[in-house]
């Protein structure tokens, strides 16, 4: 629209005579710019279309507020109550009082009438030459004339914008302060600095300003307005008017098409920019940074100058993270300038990075152009086109080796990145290549990342979100290396079903009444990432925790405590569901109370194919022994009795895992059994049989107390294991040793007997016991405890309850008097019972005591720490019957004379 027909527009209005109010200026300016053209513009005339849509499409945006709408200017503001309801969501004020449903002519008057005395008298808005009748008889260019007085006002004038002064000027000097139209011209230039705008019209047609516009009100919203097309005006206009009315809450008053059109209105454009200066960024806007291809990095063989051969897959990545939104394109051309495939795969990474692959064919200089951006604008990045020298075809595949923990048969878990490293070193020139296969044969699935790592190692990374058996093939020079392709399972994110666990603490038998050493572990190496849970419940129903201790690398620790007798239920989840297996049954028997011990490394370890040694000692009790081995493999069971209440039990494993041993007395087991032993699988290059010991510490039969036992360990030609030395006293104590390694397979160990009697060493290599282990020896004892006897009838049979009983011990014999004795009397249940000793003087001891109930009842005698051969000793208490207590009833003498 010509300059000329704006000027023809603006002469139909002419500003009244100044106000006194306030608002005088200002209104003044408003009225200048009321550009109503009148018959002077034919009726059809497109800017005037573009003027009644935006003044419809901007009355509606308020009218909305209050459920009200409108189809035409020129009709539906005819009665008067939408324009009432406007101006009150405009100003914000509550009208006079009107008619609210008028029916005729007079009455729409009147509504008009107090619509517009409203805007002159409360608002200081002066109208001119429009009337109430105007809008009634619906004169449509006096309509868009008043709407333009409110446009002007209310979103132009009024609005305090942020980081504008000029709209805070007011008072009755007419020079001071801009129009409403440079007001807002001079915001949107401050904005834009970089474009030259001057107009509404013209300087806005190719839609690039609006870009910029919105760009500059929520940076980074718009960031690439500057690398549009001038050409591609629509599509411009199209994608940052959609952007601001998404995201800044600007609504199209004015359609994309009505901006480019040749015959704009500047009214409506001012109407539209009139919501800049107040939008605000929505939460969740797709900010985006400016994409600058300068930032792009790309690396890798594909795009070295020297290095690649034909016919040999080779690979490079582009990173795009640091270049803003963009996509990548690549272009190969082979030496004869035709364009060869190439294959650009983004791996959705944290990087943002491309694996581009290509196959060359022929020999000579290849280009990669490698160019980013968007469709409309691409670039080429930092040193692109690159010149790739592709040279003969050569190289060994078989002498490739491949490791790391993405070709291992399990433990890749889904989603989770991976990775295996390629040696090269032996094989000559080329590179190697990755195909991985998902579980339906489809090799787009899982995509690889493959770099060079140093001159000879290739590390291929991957990542797989199904789950199944995957095939790995690694090629060199298209052929499969070694190994290739790996069969790899890759498993949920938590499989409780590959949970597994280990541990007494488990075992269906075995568990006694306040046993301290029911501990089990739970191991999550292979199930995936979860969190397991335990949890017991005793006899009548009651749920005890377990606290599970995180050992790392997936293994959980679990131990409790049972204090009632009866079958107890452990459950165990992972990730919220029960493992295999689970829920397990523990039947927990009485405390029991047994001298017999065991000790060595058979109940800890052992290698598949050598025996695995442990030593019993009966501490004098003679009841039966018995010993069960549970485990993946049938294992033969022998017993040699070294004739001193010890015997030494060996068995030999066939298969690798965990097993249990049950070491039973009287058909029951001992404390601590069943034993969880772990058996690893045979290592050929361990030999514990080749193991040599000697030296006094591990032949004496006079030690002394306190002082040094020496022996040596001669290992050099057992293989590489660890070795381990336990010397045990007599007691079942554990005497600590110091191993001192001198050199290659070489130990000086030594240790301090602390107390008399019999010793045994035991030394095991690779947790297997050496040819001659176990190596007893003595600390002999200054007094001999096997004289010290008990008697009397509180040690024999025919014991009552409740009645009061006493025996003897006699130390006379045993030589080193003034030495202590000590005892203990408890019941089945593990009660101590009272008792009395008097010292008699002459090395005897008096010891009365009295059994409360019929039942079993163990006594043990120690002198000097030791308990005695004749220790513990068990009595059998019967009920007592008192005669003197039964009352008989029903036999009177009358009741015999009867008869």
């Known amino acids: 629209m010509t300059e000329e027909s704006n000027r023809m527009r603006r002469s139909e209005f002419s500003p009244p005579a100044s106000s006194d109010q306030d608002h005088s200026v200002t209104n003044d300016k408003e009225i200048q710019q009321v550009d109503i053209m009148e018959d002077m513009i034919a009726d059809d005339a497109v800017w005037k279309r573009i003027q009644q849509n935006t003044f419809t499409r901007w009355t509606n945006e308020h009218l909305k507020k209050i459920n009200m709408h409108i189809q035409s200017l020129e009709t539906d503001l005819e009665d008067g109550l939408r324009l009432i309801g406007l101006l009150q969501v405009l100003s914000g004020k509550i009208m006079p009082k009107h008619n609210k449903k008028p029916s005729f002519r007079s009455q729409k008057l009147e509504n008009v009438s107090v619509a517009l005395k409203f805007l002159e008298k409360d608002e200081g808005i002066k109208i001119v030459n429009i009337d109430s009748q105007a809008i009634v008889d619906r004169q449509l260019k006096l309509i868009l004339g008043l709407i333009w007085h409110l446009i002007l006002h209310y979103s132009i004038s009024m609005p305090v914008w942020e980081g504008d002064e000029s709209g805070t000027k007011q008072g009755n000097d007419k020079d001071k302060g801009p129009t409403p139209k440079q007001r807002l011209l001079n ?107 300068n930032r792009v990095r790309c690396y890798g063989p594909g795009l070295e100058s020297s290095g690649c051969s034909v016919g040999t897959p080779v690979q490079f990545t582009v990173e795009t993270f640091s270049a803003g939104t963009g996509d990548v394109q690549v272009v190969l051309e082979n030496p004869k300038g035709k364009s060869e495939e190439v294959e650009v795969h983004f791996n959705n990474d944290r990087n943002l990075t491309y694996t581009c692959s290509y196959n060359p064919k022929l020999e000579g200089v290849y280009t990669v152009k490698v160019l980013f951006g968007n469709e409309r604008h691409m670039l080429h990045v930092p040193r692109s086109p690159f010149n790739v020298n592709v040279d003969k075809p050569s190289g060994d595949a078989s002498k490739i080796l491949v490791f790391g923990e993405g070709v291992k048969p399990n433990g890749i878990i889904t989603g989770k990145q991976t990775y295996f490293d390629i040696s090269t070193e032996h094989a000559g020139k080329g590179v190697p290549d990755v195909v991985i296969l998902d579980p339906n044969g489809d090799r787009q699935s899982v995509p690889v990342k493959l770099r060079q790592i140093n001159e000879n190692v290739w590390r291929c990374e991957y990542s797989s979100n199904i789950v199944g058996l995957h095939s790995v093939n690694v090629f060199f020079n298209r052929e499969h290396v070694p190994g290739s392709p790996f069969p790899v399972e890759v498993s949920p994110v938590c499989d409780p079903k590959k949970v597994k666990t280990s541990g007494r603490g488990l075992q269906p038998k075995g568990v006694r009444v306040d046993d301290k050493t029911c501990t089990f572990w739970i191991h999550t190496e292979l199930a995936g990432e979860g969190i397991p849970e335990a949890k017991l419940i005793e006899p009548g129903g009651g749920t005890i925790p377990i606290h599970l201790k995180d050992l790392g690398s997936g293994k959980y620790e679990g131990k409790y405590v049972p204090t009632k007798i009866g079958r107890y239920v452990a459950m165990i989840s992972y990730g919220g ?37 442990f030593m019993v000692d009966t501490n004098g009790e003679t009841g039966a022994l018995g010993f069960q081995i549970e485990g993946p493999g049938q294992s033969s069971i022998d017993c040699e009795d070294f004739g001193n209440m010890t015997c030494q039990v060996s068995y030999l494993p066939v298969a690798s895992g965990d097993y249990y041993v049950h070491i039973l007395a009287e058909d029951e087991d001992i404390e601590e059994s069943p034993f969880f032993v772990k058996i690893e699988p045979h290592q050929p290059d361990v ?16 030690l002394v107390l306190n002082q040094p036992a020496e022996f040596l360990v001669d290992a050099h030609r057992a293989g590489t294991a660890p070795l381990q030395v ?174």
């Open 577 to 613: 569901h029960e493992i295999l297996n689970s829920p397990f049954q523990i039947q927990v028997g009485p405390k029991r109370f047994t001298g017999v011990r065991a000790y060595g490394p058979g109940l800890r370890g052992g290698m598949v194919n050598h025996p695995a040694k």
């Open 187 to 293: 915001w949107v230039q401050n904005k834009v600095p970089e474009l030259s705008v001057s107009n509404f019209t013209s300087d806005w047609k190719d839609g690039r300003t609006i870009g910029a516009l919105v760009d500059s009100v929520a940076p980074g919203l718009c960031p690439d307005w500057q690398d549009w097309n001038p050409k591609e005006a629509l599509q411009n206009a199209s994608e940052a008017m959609t952007l601001a009315d998404d995201w800044l809450n600007v609504r199209q008053l004015i359609k994309p098409e009505e901006i480019v059109n040749p015959n704009i209105d500047e009214l409506s454009m001012m109407t539209y920019l009139s919501q800049y200066p107040s939008a605000k960024l929505n939460p969740g806007a797709p900010i985006r940074e400016k994409t600058n291809p």
């Open 726 to 899: 336990e010397v045990m006293d007599e007691k079942g104590h554990s005497v600590p040793v110091d191993v001192d390694k001198k050199g290659l397979g070489a130990y000086k160990c030594s240790y301090k007997p602390k107390n008399h009697g019999r010793h045994s060493v035991i030394v095991s290599y690779g947790g297997v016991s050496t040819k001659k282990s176990p190596y007893r020896v003595q600390a002999p004892n200054p007094f001999n405890i096997s004289k010290v006897s008990v008697n009397g009838p509180g040690v024999e049979s025919g014991l009552l309850s409740t009645v009061p009983t006493k025996f003897v011990i006699d130390t006379r014999a045993s030589g080193q008097g003034d030495q202590a004795v000590a005892l203990s009397i408890q019941d089945d249940k593990g009660k101590a019972i009272p008792y009395h000793v008097q010292d008699n003087g002459d090395d005897t001891y008096s010891v009365e005591y009295t059994a409360p109930l019929p039942g079993k009842y163990q006594i043990r005698v120690l002198f000097d720490d030791d308990e005695i051969p004749q220790s513990p000793m068990s009595v059998i208490v019967q009920p007592h019957l008192d005669l003197s207590n039964v009352h008989v009833q029903g036999l009177e003498p009358s009741e015999f004379n009867k008869y």
């Open 687 to 702: 030999h514990p049989e080749l193991v040599e010991c000697n030296g006094r510490g591990l032949e004496a039969q006079d």
